[in-house]
């Protein structure tokens, strides 16, 4: 079991919920919105609506079992070719989300964190995000990740750049660069690696999110669109994520 510096209290948790033995980062995919929203006859934007709430329940459920980083796919970097419209309803709600939540982020001791290319944001959205970021950076429980304007190819490029400029400066050899320094140069840098991957919506695939960090990482494939994904879903993926013979190509029992 975790901590319990990581567990935000919670008298509503149920026996499991109290009992699980929680990863200590769990990656998501949040894909369906749009599908979920068709299914219910209404535009894709309502679907993006609900998928906001349900970021809040995995939000509180993660934090209340002890997740030390959640991270969250809120918008990729080929997100941007999406309608205008569609954009911009994502960067309302995703404003929306920062305005009303970040006090109640502070009282769950839970420190929001981005990665991705923040500066193609229009500047309220990023002053929002900063602000939020730095009113919740004392937190000591869970860190919340979201990856908004994010491709891990972008990401990699960036690292790749930042590392060059320090080899032209002579700060260091080419032979010196490793594993540490390079993930040192991602956005993620200090994070532990993702134990779990889930993707909700029924595609099989990684869409760019993570390319590193994922490495070893268990990946979940789930039919559920994000909108109806449940706290006992989770609960079930993280039960059976205990199950798995985790050897990061080792030989088992060594
Ligand atoms: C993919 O579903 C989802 C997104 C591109 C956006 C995810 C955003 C949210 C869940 C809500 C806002 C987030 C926060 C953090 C407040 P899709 O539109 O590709 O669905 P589809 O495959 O069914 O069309």
Not at 175 to 197: K, R, S, V, W
Request: hydrophobic share 40%.
């Amino acid at each position: 079991m975790v901590s319990e510096k990581f567990r935000t209290m919670n008298l509503h948790m149920s026996e499991a919920e109290q009992q699980i033995n929680p990863p200590r980062h769990i990656a998501m995919i949040m894909d369906g919105n749009g599908r979920w929203a068709e299914k219910h006859g209404q535009l894709r934007v309502k679907g993006h609506e609900a998928g906001a709430e349900t970021v809040d329940r995995m939000v509180s459920l993660c934090a209340e079992i002890g997740v030390e980083v959640l991270t969250l796919y809120a918008f990729s970097s080929e997100n941007w070719e999406r309608p205008a419209l569609e954009v911009a309803a994502l960067m309302r709600l995703l404003q929306h989300y920062l305005r009303r939540e970040t006090g109640r982020l502070r009282e769950r001791n839970i420190r929001l964190r981005a990665i991705g290319r923040l500066q193609r944001l229009d500047l309220p959205v990023r002053r929002e995000l900063e602000k939020a970021c730095a009113e919740t950076a004392a937190g000591s429980g869970m860190t919340l990740n979201l990856a908004i304007s994010y491709g891990g190819r972008d990401e990699l490029c960036d690292a790749a750049r930042a590392v060059c400029r320090e080899v032209q400066a002579g700060q260091y050899a080419c032979e010196a660069i490793d594993h540490q320094h390079l993930a040192a140069h991602l956005g993620t840098a200090g994070l532990p690696d993702p134990d779990i991957m889930i993707r909700t919506g029924g595609e099989f695939r990684i869409s760019n999110f993570l390319l590193w960090q994922l490495a070893y990482a268990e990946l979940y494939f789930s039919d559920t669109l994000w909108p109806d994904f449940s706290r006992e879903e989770l609960l079930r993926i993280i039960r059976d994520f205990h199950q798995r013979e985790r050897r990061f190509g080792r030989v088992p029992g060594r």
